[in-house]
């Protein structure tokens, strides 16, 4: 069903739409190549929120030869009003004779119906090419449009032996520079990175984008049940981005107010024993629109995430180095499991290098 001809032109889309990452949220990414007589017209991407769909894009650049034109687009042409029009009676109005999507939209207000437009209108049209790719590369809108939660990613550096600090807790640096420029990485395309309080006391960290190009920098979560951030952390002096510090009801209400002053946004969830209540959380962060959350612990955070059932995917870097000691903290603390079959299993395992030290990334679904 599918030509040589025909992969080439969605690998196109999907390379168009990928040069997005980070920067649509809460829109998909997508890109759209315009095909006539067996070579590219016009290429089109959605930039950025609020900002032209891919297809328009393409299409206006193409002008009059739009007309008798194949559109490969790596998602359904929309058919609703939001920031923009809809982009199926755009393609049906330019006068495009075929259409080549790897998917359909799985938004409520699409779901199909912008294919049923084009069919409607008497264009051709053929779906699934390349899914599997495009499903990926949307991984994070797919999650966040059907189910109102955000997409969970945790990251974690470890040695051999699996600890993230020395006996000492001496934590910098456990990985070598490859990892800090991926872990950079990460920061630059999720919407928000979420920590515990115990890493705002021990590392003090910025939690800014500073070792690749920036798109932005991510929103800062802090889990701190009993208002227990410092005044003079850096999430709370550093005015780069938002920070969102979470507490529960036992919080005190003049440590809320204080940080309040200091600029921080202040979000107040259900926790019990200490601990915020993570799903109860993801709904709320959702409904403000943040669309995927990057958890880089400590071990207690990443434990609570992964008991809590909230992560779908995870990166484990190991570093060739061992710390060894019995009290030295570990990349998963919590109360661990009783037996080897209620191990939380990675699927979808893929395998990389950075540098020196080794990537694992799979998915908890």
Not at 76 to 81: A, G, N
Not at 112 to 125: C, T, Y
């Amino acid at each position: 069903m599918w030509s040589t001809a025909d992969k080439k032109f969605m690998r196109e889309a999907l390379l168009l739409a990928k040069a997005t990452e980070g920067r649509t949220t809460p829109d998909p990414m997508v890109g759209a190549v315009l095909v006539k007589d067996g070579r590219i017209i016009a290429r089109g991407y959605h930039s950025e929120v609020k900002t032209a769909h891919a297809e328009a894009w393409a299409i206006q650049k193409a002008g009059q030869q739009a007309k008798g034109a194949i559109l490969y687009i790596n998602l359904e042409p929309c058919s609703h009003y939001g920031n923009n029009p809809p982009c199926a009676d755009l393609v049906v109005r330019a006068g495009i004779k075929e259409v080549v999507a790897a998917m359909r939209d799985p938004n409520p207000l699409v779901n199909g119906q912008g294919f049923k437009i084009l069919q409607n209108k008497k264009v051709k049209l053929r779906v699934g090419l390349l899914e599997a790719e495009a499903k990926k590369l949307n991984e994070v809108f797919i999650k966040h449009i059907t189910t109102q939660k955000p997409f969970v990613v945790v990251k974690v550096v470890t040695t051999l032996d699996g600890k993230i600090a020395t006996k000492t807790g001496a934590s910098r640096w456990v990985s070598g520079p490859e990892t800090l420029k991926f872990a950079h990485h990460l920061r630059n395309v999720y919407d928000a990175i979420l920590v515990g309080v115990g890493t705002v006391l021990i590392d003090n960290p910025t939690l800014t984008t500073r070792l690749v190009k920036k798109i932005k920098h991510p929103i800062r979560i802090v889990l701190d049940a009993l208002a227990k951030t410092p005044l003079t952390a850096k999430v709370v002096t550093n005015k780069e981005t938002r920070t969102i510090i979470v507490v529960g009801p036992k919080a005190a209400k003049k440590k809320i107010e204080a940080l309040k002053k200091n600029g921080v946004e202040m979000l107040k969830v259900k926790a019990s024993k200490g601990r915020i209540n993570l799903p109860a959380l993801m709904k709320k962060l959702a409904k403000m629109k943040i669309t995927s959350v990057l958890v880089e612990g400590g071990g207690e955070v990443i434990a609570s995430a992964l008991q809590a059932k909230v992560v779908d995917k995870m990166h484990c870097i190991i570093a060739p180095k061992i710390f060894g000691g019995r009290t030295a903290k570990t990349s998963v603390e919590g109360e661990g499991i009783k037996s080897p079959e209620q191990a939380w299993q990675l699927n979808n395992v893929k395998v990389e290098r950075l540098g020196e030290d080794i990537l694992v990334t799979g998915y908890l679904r």
